[in-house]
C-alpha cells in the first residue's frame, strides 16, 4: 500500500505561480497530477516515469506547468504551476502507479492504484 500526501495548494492571483508536492510512502513507477474544478469531471494534468524520462501533459497547462521527480526525497513528484488562470482552480489530485506504463497511458485514471487526499488550489482573477 502506497500512501500519497499532497501540499503546496492555496489562494494566487491570475498569472501568479503555486508548487504543489507529493510524497509517497512507497515505491512507485508512474506519479501523476489530476484535478478536478467545480462541478466538473476529474482531469488529467501532467505526469513522469521514475526516470523523469518521460512525461506527458494536458494541452491546457503545456507550457505553463512542468512536472518533476526527487526519488530521493521520499519518492516526491512536483507540480511548478507558472501563469495561473483562474479556470486552473481545482481541487488537485496526486496519484500513483505501480507499474510502469508507457507515457500515451499516462492520462488514464484508471491505470493509478494509489491517490492522494486532494489539495485546494484557487487562482482569483
Known amino acids: 500500500q502506497v500512501q500519497l500526501v499532497e501540499s503546496g495548494g492555496g489562494l494566487v492571483q491570475a498569472g501568479g505561480s503555486l508548487r504543489l508536492s507529493c510524497a509517497a510512502s512507497?515505491?512507485?513507477?508512474?506519479m501523476a497530477w489530476f484535478r478536478q474544478p467545480p462541478g466538473k469531471e476529474r482531469e488529467f494534468v501532467a505526469a513522469?516515469?521514475?526516470?523523469?524520462?518521460?512525461?506527458?501533459y494536458a494541452d491546457s497547462v503545456k507550457g505553463r506547468f512542468t512536472i518533476s521527480r526527487d526519488n530521493a526525497k521520499n519518492n516526491a513528484v512536483d507540480l511548478q504551476m507558472n501563469s495561473l488562470k483562474p479556470e486552473d482552480t481545482a481541487i488537485y489530485y496526486c496519484a500513483s502507479s505501480p507499474v510502469l506504463r508507457h507515457s500515451s497511458n499516462y492520462p488514464n485514471p484508471s491505470i493509478y492504484a494509489y491517490w492522494g487526499q486532494g489539495t485546494q488550489v484557487t487562482v482569483a482573477s
Open positions: 512507497g515505491r512507485t513507477f508512474v
Open positions: 513522469i516515469d521514475n526516470s523523469g524520462g518521460s512525461t506527458n
